[in-house]
């Protein structure tokens, strides 16, 4: 199925236990839904589940521009409110598990797990006083 976002037609599949706990499945770099459906098969009896080309990927269309990783937590955050998806289970995978790892921090989600995720902690800058304290 798809559903046109930010000029971008995105690419998905549903399907499962529909009034129940939604997973969303969101694949690595290079990837489509063909590498995360099957870690969702098992899952369909019991769960909603959803499945997503990133924008460029898959059958999904090129983005208009170049896309943040912003761009594609606000591209999957309008997806996910348009199919009435709410505090979502992400599975995320390499690049979708930053993805994840962000839409998380910006909205409620029920769970997060991830696999092979990148994450960056954000370094402080240091004063030179700092840095000759702790270095005595």
Request: hydrophobic content about 40%; charged content about 25%; some cysteine.
């Amino acid at each position: 199925m798809f559903i046109k976002i930010k000029d971008t037609n995105i690419n998905y599949v549903r399907y499962g236990m529909e009034n129940k706990d939604t997973i969303v499945l969101l694949h690595g770099w290079g990837q489509n839904i063909e590498m995360m459906k099957p870690v969702a098969d098992p899952f369909e009896n019991d769960f909603d589940i959803i499945i997503v080309d990133l924008p460029g990927y898959g059958k999904s269309s090129e983005p208009p521009y170049a896309f943040t990783v912003d761009d594609y937590v606000e591209c999957i955050k309008e997806l996910l409110d348009t199919l009435k998806v709410k505090n979502p289970i992400l599975i995320g995978h390499s690049f979708g598990g930053k993805i994840s790892l962000l839409y998380a921090s910006k909205y409620s989600v029920k769970k997060l797990i991830l696999f092979a995720s990148p994450f960056k902690k954000e370094i402080e800058k240091l004063s030179l006083k700092t840095k000759t304290l702790k270095t005595l």
